[in-house]
């Protein structure tokens, strides 16, 4: 059964920093990993979307990367600003004929102006 | 554009009582899911419909729980009879047919259950 784990489970910086939140999968036979955001009394936000295939993926400051050998992966927030306080969410699909997302637990970003 | 609409945003009511959430997808997406987040176990998948179809219920807690989806544009989860543990946030997502597309999320019902 696919597991998903998010390390830290919370975390706070000072504007400007770069930072790495990790997220990690039991099985490797993933056909997808996604990062989301979600802000306080919001539904998630995609951020990235990683096909099996790719090893990584850039919008703006932020980039995430694959390595589905080792069950990883990696999202770098460049320069963080307090705006990109959220909670950072991991999701896979599992390879297959499904849609379902199994998601992490999360990572509470706190970036201090 | 529109994006995933969800109704009530917060309910409030006594175990026992009938639940119904509501759920409008974003026009022309084909996939429509229904989560349950809590602080315990987190965001689970609890059924998807793929064309008006449920695919995947496996997620489903308890035959208390029930979902339907009549038409392309309205879903609904209901629990009958509720229970205090039901107590959770509620999202409706969708998505357009393919895998790697993403899915696009409500800003979800907020139940409580007294």
């Known amino acids: 059964k696919q597991e998903v784990t998010q390390i830290p489970a919370a975390l706070s910086v000072p504007e400007g920093e770069n930072l790495v939140l990790n997220c990690s999968f039991t099985?490797?036979?993933?056909?997808?990993l996604q990062w989301f955001r979600q802000d306080p009394g919001k539904g998630l936000t995609s951020l990235l979307l990683i096909q099996s295939s790719q090893r990584e993926q850039t919008s703006g400051r932020l980039n995430a990367s694959l390595d589905k050998s080792s069950g990883r992966s990696t999202l770098y927030i460049a320069a963080s600003q307090p705006g990109d306080s959220a909670t950072y969410l991991c999701a896979v699909i599992d390879g297959g004929a499904t849609n379902k997302l199994i998601f992490g637990t999360g990572t509470l970003l706190a970036v201090q102006p | 554009d529109a994006g995933v609409i969800q109704s009530p945003r917060h309910e409030v009511t006594e175990m026992g009582q009938e639940v119904t959430l509501r759920c409008k997808p974003i026009?022309?997406?084909?996939?429509l899911f229904w989560y349950r987040q809590t602080m315990m176990r987190g965001l689970e998948l609890l059924i998807y419909f793929n064309n008006n179809v449920p695919i995947d219920d496996s997620g489903m807690p308890e035959d208390r729980f029930s979902a339907k989806m009549p038409n392309a544009s309205f879903s609904t989860l209901k629990i009958q009879p509720s229970e205090p543990r039901d107590s959770a946030v509620y999202f409706c997502?969708?998505?357009?047919?393919?895998?790697?597309?993403?899915?696009?999320f409500g800003d979800g019902t907020r139940l409580s259950i007294l």
């Open positions: 997502a969708s998505s357009v047919g393919h895998r790697n597309q993403p899915q696009h």
């Open positions: 099985d490797s036979a993933i056909y997808n």
């Open positions: 026009s022309g997406h084909d996939y």
